[in-house]
C-alpha cells in the first residue's frame, strides 16, 4: 500500500517561503507514477498546485502559483517537494499530496489513488 505523508508547513508572512515535503512509500521505485499537489482552503473546494511525472520530471502548474512554486523529487529518497516562494494569505490551505500510477494528466484530483494526510500552510498579511 502507498503511503505518503506531508511535512514542512506552518505560519509565514506574507512575501515569505516553505518547503513541503511527502515522504512516499510502499513501491521499491515510483518511476512510472504521476504525483502532485493540491490544497484546500477552508469553505472552498480542493484544487490542483503542481504536479510532476516521475519519470522524466515534467511539471505543470496552476495559474496561480506559476512562477512562485517549483514542484521537484528525489528518486533516491522517494520524495516529492514543493517549493513555494512570494507566499501571499491566499495561498493559505490544507496542502496534499497525491499519487497515481495510473496514466494521468495530473491536474484532476480524481485521477489520484493514493493521498496524504495533508499540512497546513497559514500565510499572514
Known amino acids: ?4 505523508v506531508e511535512r514542512g508547513g506552518g ?14 512509500s510502499g513501491r521499491a ?11 484546500q482552503a477552508p469553505g472552498k473546494e480542493r484544487e490542483f498546485a503542481a504536479t510532476i511525472r516521475w519519470s522524466g ?6 495559474d496561480s502559483v506559476k512562477g ?7 528518486n533516491a529518497r522517494n520524495a516529492v517537494y514543493l517549493q513555494m516562494n512570494s507566499l501571499k494569505p491566499e495561498d493559505t490551505a490544507v496542502y496534499y499530496c ?8 495530473g491536474i484532476n484530483d480524481y485521477e489520484y489513488e493514493y493521498w496524504g494526510q495533508g499540512t497546513q ?5
Open 68 to 74: 512562485r512554486f517549483t514542484i521537484s523529487r528525489d
Open 11 to 24: 505560519l509565514v508572512q506574507a512575501g515569505g517561503s516553505l518547503r513541503l515535503s511527502c515522504a512516499a
Open 121 to 125: 500552510v497559514t500565510v499572514s498579511s
Open 29 to 39: 521505485s515510483f518511476s512510472g507514477y504521476t504525483m502532485g499537489w493540491f490544497r
Open 57 to 62: 520530471g515534467s511539471t505543470y502548474y496552476a
Open 1 to 4: 500500500q502507498v503511503q505518503l
Open 98 to 105: 497525491a499519487a497515481s500510477a495510473r496514466p494521468a494528466t
